[in-house]
């Protein structure tokens, strides 16, 4: 039995901080993507998750948005890199680490990236839609960036999760 790890929400500091190249692909390692895998099916809308989320500061994260797009597969990224983006979009983020807001951005719509599996192989992937979208926000937290810092203007495109239900 292992406890499952807990989300760290700002501003514990750790979520400003690098996250670094894995270099060993072995069983902590394993560990630490199955951890995630708990903590991110936990949360009812989460679809994405980077180890610094919870305290582990390796370039490590999953994306996995078959809940919102049916047979989509699970990511498993490990040292993503980005090598193309394509098409500027809107983009309305949740966090799992900001609870209590949403925020109005600017993502890729398109990208390529280049990562490695957990067999050390290299990989490269096109993702579209959300899951480009989720992946850049992942690989964010890998820089210690939140989605509120690309956020143009703080008063107008940051909401609290709350102001929706009272304006209701
Ligand atoms: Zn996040």
Redesign the pocket.
């Known amino acids: 039995m292992s406890v499952l790890p807990s989300i760290r929400v700002f501003p514990d500091p750790v979520l400003r901080q690098k996250s670094i190249e894995v270099t060993h692909f072995d069983e902590t390692l394993n560990r630490l993507i199955k951890g995630l895998s708990k903590v991110m099916e936990s949360q009812r809308h989460g679809i994405?998750i980077?180890a610094a989320?919870i305290g582990v500061l390796k370039r490590v994260a999953l994306v996995d948005i078959s809940s919102r797009v049916p047979g989509a597969k699970r990511l498993i990224l490990i040292n993503p890199a980005i090598l193309d983006a394509k098409r500027e979009r809107n983009s309305r983020e949740g966090?799992?680490?900001?609870p209590d807001y949403t925020g109005s951005l600017i993502r890729y719509d398109e990208i390529v990236i280049r990562y490695q599996d957990m067999s050390r192989r290299t990989q490269t992937y096109k993702a579209e839609g959300l899951e480009a979208i989720c992946i850049q926000?992942?690989m964010d937290?890998m820089s210690g960036v939140?989605?509120f810092d690309r956020v143009s203007h703080l008063k107008r495109d940051l909401i609290p999760r709350a102001w929706r239900r009272q304006a209701n």
Request: proline letters at 0%.
């Open positions: 994405g980077a989320q966090c799992m680490s900001l926000h992942e937290h939140l989605f």
